[in-house]
């Protein structure tokens, strides 16, 4: 199984959905979860700052997840955006199958 889980952060519902949408659009992702907004404290350039943001999960493969960070890093409004990749140690192989089809390359 090659799929992974890629953690991103938005800074509202709308980017979320947008480039959500761009990236399983064009194949580098099978899905978005978007989730509810959250509360994020964090620094930024020397100073503690406070943000309601949007948390989301796309599923991809192992394959495609480099092309999947430079896509959402390219059209994310953030200068350093938080995007990880998750591994899956378990998964129901329907599922799996599911991802790595619906995932072009």
């Not at 509810?36 to 700052?49: D, L, M, T």
């Not at 591994?87 to 378990?90: G, M, N, V």
């Given at each position: 199984m090659s799929v992974v889980?890629?953690?991103v952060i938005f800074a509202n519902a709308e980017e979320a959905e947008r480039i959500?949408?761009?990236?399983?659009?064009?194949g580098?992702?099978?899905c978005?979860?978007?989730l509810?907004?959250?509360?994020?404290?964090?620094?930024?350039?020397?100073?503690?700052?406070e943000a309601n943001e949007?948390?989301?999960?796309l599923k991809t493969t192992t394959d495609q997840a480099d092309a999947l960070i430079a896509r959402v890093a390219g059209?994310?409004?953030y200068d350093v955006p938080c995007i990880a990749v998750w591994?899956?140690?378990?998964l129901l192989l329907s599922y799996a199958e599911w991802v790595e089809q619906s995932v072009s390359g």
């Open positions: 889980s890629v953690y959500g949408r761009g990236v399983v659009e064009e580098l992702a099978a978005i979860n978007i509810g907004p959250c509360r994020s404290i964090y620094r930024w350039q020397g100073a503690v700052e949007v948390p989301a999960i059209m994310h409004s591994p899956i140690e378990k």
